[in-house]
T-cell receptor, first 118, second 114 residues
Framework: AQKVTQAQTEISVVEKEDVTLDCVYETRDTTYYLFWYKQPPSGELVFLIRRNSFDEQNEISGRYSWNFQKSTSSFNFTITASQVVDSAVYFCPSLGGAGGTSYGKLTFGQGTILTVHP | DADVTQTPRNRITKTGKRIMLECSQTKGHDRMYWYRQDPGLGLRLIYYSFDVKDINKGEISDGYSVSRQAQAKFSLSLESAIPNQTALYFC?????????????FGPGTRLTVL
């Protein structure tokens, strides 16, 4: 079975501050996948990024960047120069790869509520 | 038009009633899922289907049943609704071809059981 822990339940920042959302995962699967999703106040879940367990390359997309460190089982998400529109709940689920007990199933943590104040 | 649609978007019902939530997708994906979201608990998997003839229980399937009528349609039923089934329900789809399996979610159905 997999487990995801999002250390911060809630984060509050002022616009233009940088903010990092922490995510730690536990798995016994050899192959697994990690994701970040955003859930804005309107309620839908928006896919942001997917990372394979064998690919530790960090990624940057505009103001967003992701740091995957297999050695510490972490997949952290940083928003640079935050904006009010970044206010949302953020989830970092994991998905088991082929042959594992959690194959094809997303396991979610409780999420981090990010509030960006103007 | 949205790739993954859910009907209804909101529903209020009474204890003991039978409820069906429907999900349709135009993404051509073979895999479909039902989750529920409760405050502070993230999303939990109810049922999933890797193809039309494959139905599997998830983490919290008690009190629910599903039907995969076609590749594009996956319905969730509550045979006799109870108040602790009040939650936000999401349908999701994924495509394993190309070994990606990223799940894409519908807009959600907010269900209230009185």
């Amino acid at each position: 079975a997999q487990k995801v822990t999002q250390a911060q339940t809630e984060i509050s920042v002022v616009e233009k501050e940088d903010v990092t959302l922490d995510c730690v995962y536990e798995t016994r699967d050899t192959t697994y996948y990690l994701f970040w999703y955003k859930q804005p106040p309107s309620g839908e879940l928006v896919f942001l990024i997917r990372r394979n367990s064998f690919d530790e390359q960090n990624e940057i997309s505009g103001r967003y960047s992701w740091n995957f460190q297999k050695s510490t089982s972490s997949f952290n998400f940083t928003i640079t120069a935050s904006q009010v529109v970044d206010s949302a709940v953020y989830f970092c689920p994991s998905l088991g790869g082929a042959g594992g007990t959690s194959y094809g199933k997303l396991t979610f943590g409780q999420g981090t509520i990010l509030t960006v104040h103007p | 038009d949205a790739d993954v649609t859910q009907t209804p978007r909101n529903r209020i019902t009474k204890t003991g009633k039978r409820i069906m939530l429907e999900c349709s997708q135009t993404k051509g994906h073979d895999r479909m899922y039902w989750y529920r979201q409760d405050p502070g608990l993230g999303l939990r998997l109810i049922y999933y289907s890797f193809d039309v003839k494959d139905i599997n229980k998830g983490e919290i399937s008690d009190g629910y049943s599903v039907s995969r009528q076609a590749q594009a349609k996956f319905s969730l039923s509550l045979e006799s609704a109870i108040p602790n089934q009040t939650a936000l329900y999401f349908c999701a789809t994924s495509d394993f071809s190309g070994n990606t399996d990223t799940q894409y979610f519908g807009p959600g159905t907010r269900l209230t059981v009185l």
